[in-house]
T-cell receptor
Framework: DTAVSQTPKYLVTQMGNDKSIKCEQN?????MYWYKQDSKKFLKIMFSYNNKELIINETVPNRFSPKSPDKAHLNLHINSLELGDSAVYFC??????????????FGDGTRLSIL | DQQVKQNSPSLSVQEGRISILNCDYT??????FLWYKKYPAEGPTFLIS?????DKNEDGRFTVFLNKSAKHLSLHIVPSQPGDSAVYFCAASALGDTDKLIFGTGTRLQVFP
């Protein structure tokens, strides 16, 4: 009965490859997010989607492309992976929409390592 | 320019005593503040929050205090338990931008017997 689930948990790949991380939430939330936690443990928002619509798009290289097929899923595709993309990527969701100040619920993260 | 700062990377407290974790922010537009707890290999888990219209919010052993004039908030855990050992993140969002959480870099709390 996992609320926010991400796959895979670990991803090791070579520079230049393209990879995807999947995220699903069963909380019935309207908004989903992707965060990146870098080597300094700094957790920073990348994107947010509300009902499949892009709401937040921080300064992220356009090699990163989120895709939301429905409001329960937000996948992250990364093209031409670089060494600096090595990090832990967290998916999150929240009720949001017309309901403000609601905490976000996080998945357990995907640790991406670029060789 | 880090808008949310947790200046203590680690804190060690004896079981049963009080743990105080601190957080400072610079953006005066922040009006909602949260604390998250994170265990290794898991995602952050929401712990407690406070709106800027309050200066204190309590939930069991956890109390968050907000000092808006000092742009400072703190999380008090009393009594501390070994299971509280984790990394604690402070986060904030601004009025009109509630979906955009800005996180601090975390404080690792260790509660020893």
């Amino acid at each position: 009965d996992t609320a926010v689930s991400q796959t895979p948990k670990y991803l090791v790949t070579q520079m230049g490859n393209d990879k995807s991380i999947k995220c699903e939430q069963n909380l019935g939330h309207d908004t989903m997010y992707w965060y990146k936690q870098d080597s300094k443990k700094f957790l920073k928002i990348m994107f947010s989607y509300n009902n499949k619509e892009l709401i937040i798009n921080e300064t992220v290289p356009n090699r990163f492309s989120p895709k939301s097929p429905d409001k329960a899923h937000l996948n992250l595709h990364i093209n031409s992976l670089e060494l600096g993309d090595s990090a832990v990527y967290f998916c999150a969701s929240s009720p949001s929409g017309t309901v403000t100040n609601q905490p976000q619920h996080f998945g357990d993260g995907t640790r991406l390592s670029i060789l | 320019d880090q808008q949310v700062k947790q200046n203590s990377p680690s804190l060690s407290v004896q079981e049963g005593r009080i743990s105080i974790l601190n957080c400072d922010y610079t953006n005066s537009m922040f009006d909602y503040f949260l604390w998250y707890k994170k265990y290794p290999a898991e995602g952050p888990t929401f712990l407690i929050s406070i709106s800027s219209i309050k200066d204190k919010n309590e939930d069991g052993r956890f109390t968050v205090f907000l000092n808006k004039s000092a742009k400072h908030l703190s999380l008090h855990i009393v009594p501390s338990q070994p299971g509280d050992s984790a990394v604690y993140f402070c986060a904030a969002s601004a009025l009109g931008d509630t979906d955009k959480l800005i996180f601090g870099t975390g404080t690792r709390l260790q509660v020893f017997p």
